[in-house]
């Protein structure tokens, strides 16, 4: 079906088998999500009367560091404990065809036909502006359909991770050894966001370098207090007594975990695992969870709220035409777009309702 | 002094000196636009009662394709005519202590103690939003500033740069042959951006390669209308008589023009001066570029008053209060972001003013 001709009442019909739980609908949903069509709005509220409950964790990193095959890994392990996992690609460095994902997939495609694995890249380069909020709004999409677990793996290169890395409950930045330069330009960022690092291809040189520095970065930032728990490291951090680690939590907050895995072979896969379940107990039990959901629905509302009253806006007669006569002036330096502006949304909350 | 104290009395100061045409006032301007200082639309609108008519031309491409030596090679030249020169760089990929880019510099640094020239640097890896925004800003504060030439050099890694091309008249998008892959991955959307494409580094293996292939793609863009004039196109094209080219370009549009250059001898550099002047002529001979700043005053005026409304629902208590009672009732799944977020825009603009 042409989805450029989608009309409401399809639009009901793929919202009925979303609700039956159908993944082709919960396909269609995200294509009617991410495409904007008209109605998507009123969609997403009708497929979102449930609370959202999936446990979320975000992959992020520079490209060709082994995202992909991580999550491909971790999709295998959560499956094997009897879980349903969706899975989001955001890579806003391709082109909307998307080829250049598709090599990195294959593994994927291997699990993708598994009945309790969903899949969906988003190949989007050159999309103008909304892309972490339709990413967002995907992810929402995904978890009221009911999965256990959402992956979501986002090319880290510009701005759009930093605001991905906010709707997840667990954010993994891997890092390869090679790709040490942008690492370097990244770090100031990614310290921010970070609850765990993987040092993937940890078989390269340069990995235990890598791992150090990263350590090195953390401590840096955590200060002094830090010392002594950093102490408790070992070159490569083993997460056997989560409890223990999250007794120093409590106290300390989260000290990001510094990891080293090779996808290749499955080796760290396990820690991996480990480290993020250890994390997941903390963001549980010091309240830090329920205090990131609340924000992430503040910064929801207030973002679909923001582009209502821009939609408004731009739908204005009052505001296109005042708009219209007053560009000449700004051309002519007779006006600039700052009074010009100022002038349109004065008009557009007092006369435009 | 520390800007973070800064008022409305200094803030005119500043105002005063840049009218007065000093380039230390640009900066702390640039600066009040770039934190976007309390009252920094005020002193945008102050400073900018005048006609903007810089020559603006906008460099673009994959992190190293050599953009900041072009920029520089562009700049000397444009010097030695008597013109005054602005560069704003912006790489949206680097923290914002800008460590990444100081080697690049070297070259612009000779020529920076030129009265003539002024630069500024953006790197801005993490801000969050808002990025193209500000830099239309800052290029529109440095042409009322009266240079008669702006450079704009912004890394391609994501999707600001489409933007920031829309800011300018003449887009140059560089390549080098070594970048191959994320060439592909970027075709599709430079293709609509590009006036003038540079092949770079045009010494190395696979640079006549690169220039083959993105002919054929221009091309094949332009349908079979062009065919002919692409069999004009030698090997390099030459741009000896720029108004047989502007003649073909009135009947047909514009078709992207591709040149080899190499910034470190020097190579086409006289080329890529002419073919933007070749561009330039018929932005203005065609009315396209009437069109152009039309359309971009028209974005600038539509940007702020966009920006001013969130601002506004924002700061508005009626706006706060709603919000605060309702995002429980969208944790427990009794409301969406989306309920909450037209009742929250009903009230605004009814009556929150």
Redesign the interface.
């Known amino acids: 079906m042409d989805e450029s001709r989608l009309t409401s009442t399809s639009m009901n019909e793929v919202l009925e088998r979303f609700k039956a739980g159908k993944p082709a609908a919960l396909s269609r949903g995200i294509s009617i999500v991410e495409n904007q069509r008209d109605g998507f709005?009123?969609f997403?509220?009708a497929a979102?009367?449930?609370?959202?409950q999936g446990r979320r964790i975000g992959l992020t990193g520079p490209p060709g560091a082994g995202k992909s095959s991580l999550v491909a890994l971790l999709t295998e392990f959560y499956i094997s404990q009897g879980e349903r996992v969706g899975v989001l690609a955001v890579d806003?460095?391709?082109?909307?065809?998307g080829?250049?994902l598709l090599g990195d997939r294959i593994r994927m495609n291997d699990i993708a036909i598994d009945e309790n694995v969903f899949i969906r890249s988003m190949a989007t380069?050159?999309?103008?502006?909304g892309?972490a909020a339709t990413t967002k709004e995907i992810l929402?999409l995904m978890d009221c359909f009911g999965f256990d677990r959402l992956l979501a793996e986002t090319v880290g290169?510009?701005?759009?991770e930093?605001?991905i890395a906010r709707a997840v409950d667990t954010v993994v930045v891997v890092l390869v050894p090679e790709s040490g330069?942008?690492i370097?330009?990244?770090?100031?960022?990614l310290m921010?966001i970070a609850d765990i690092f993987i040092v993937n291809k940890a078989d390269r040189p340069g990995s235990d370098k890598l791992v150090k520095e990263v350590r090195q970065a953390i401590h840096l930032r955590s200060g002094h207090n830090f010392k002594g728990f950093a102490g408790h490291h070992g070159p490569v951090i083993e997460v056997h007594d989560t409890a223990e680690l999250n007794e120093l939590d409590d106290e300390l907050g989260w000290e990001p975990l510094v990891l080293k895995t090779n996808a290749l072979t499955g080796e760290g896969i396990q820690e991996l695992t480990q480290a993020i379940e250890s994390h997941e107990e903390w963001i549980q039990g010091s309240g830090e969870l329920q205090k990131r959901?609340?924000l992430r629905?503040?910064v929801?509302?207030?973002?679909?709220?923001?582009r209502?009253?821009?939609n408004?806006?731009?739908a204005s007669r009052t505001?296109n035409k005042i708009?219209t006569k007053?560009?000449e002036a700004?051309?002519?330096?007779h006006a600039?777009?700052?009074?010009?502006?100022?002038e349109?949304?004065d008009q557009?909350?007092?006369k435009d309702?």
Request: hydrophobic letters at 40%.
């Open positions: 709005e009123a997403l509220h979102m009367q449930t609370k959202l806003p460095t391709s082109p909307q065809t080829g250049a380069r050159g999309s103008l502006g892309l929402d290169v510009g701005q759009t930093f605001e330069d942008s370097q330009a990244m770090k100031a960022g921010e959901r609340k629905t503040e929801r509302i207030r973002e679909v709220m923001h209502e009253l821009v408004r806006s731009i505001v708009l007053r560009v700004v051309l002519s330096g600039t777009p700052y009074s010009v502006a100022m349109l949304v557009f909350l007092e309702q």
